[in-house]
């Protein structure tokens, strides 16, 4: 069995593996080769879930199911690609440039820098200085 402690210690070095010990480990998990020109930053994504997916158990049944029925028919993936609902006091976190960033949800909207907007799209294009769909931007959108 393996222990949470241990798992968190093996994501916190990711980083520092090569290359070809990232692939390998795409290769294990995935079985096949990742994508050509994939990123080492995506790689090293893929084995921190594979990592906690040991622990703490992957996707349910039914996520498998509606992904597994996406990647069958393209018109599903569109019908099924739907926002959650953000209800108030989620707290959204997404790394930009090294820096982390928090939002709350609020019933009015969000709080990003103890500042109010009214919308994901308006937080984002404050943190990136580009127009960004705020979902999408944080994770929480198609």
């Not at 210690?9 to 795409?26: F, K, M, S, Y």
């Not at 090294?98 to 500042?115: I, K, P």
């Amino acid at each position: 069995m393996v222990w949470a402690a241990e798992v968190e210690d093996d994501i916190a070095t990711l980083g520092e593996l090569p290359r070809p010990v990232l692939v390998e480990r795409w290769t294990t998990c995935h079985g096949t080769a990742p994508p050509r020109g994939i990123s080492g930053q995506l790689l090293e994504l893929s084995a921190a879930y594979a990592l906690q997916a040991s622990v703490h158990g992957g996707l349910g049944r039914k996520r498998q199911k509606q992904l597994l029925s996406m990647l069958s028919s393209p018109e599903g993936a569109k019908r099924q690609a739907t926002s959650p609902a953000l209800k108030p006091g989620s707290r959204l976190v997404r790394v930009w440039n090294g820096r982390s960033h928090h939002v709350e949800v609020t019933e009015q909207g969000f709080v990003w820098n103890g500042q109010a907007y009214n919308s994901l799209s308006a937080v984002a294009r404050e943190i990136t200085g580009a127009r960004w769909s705020g979902p999408r931007f944080f994770g929480v959108g198609p």
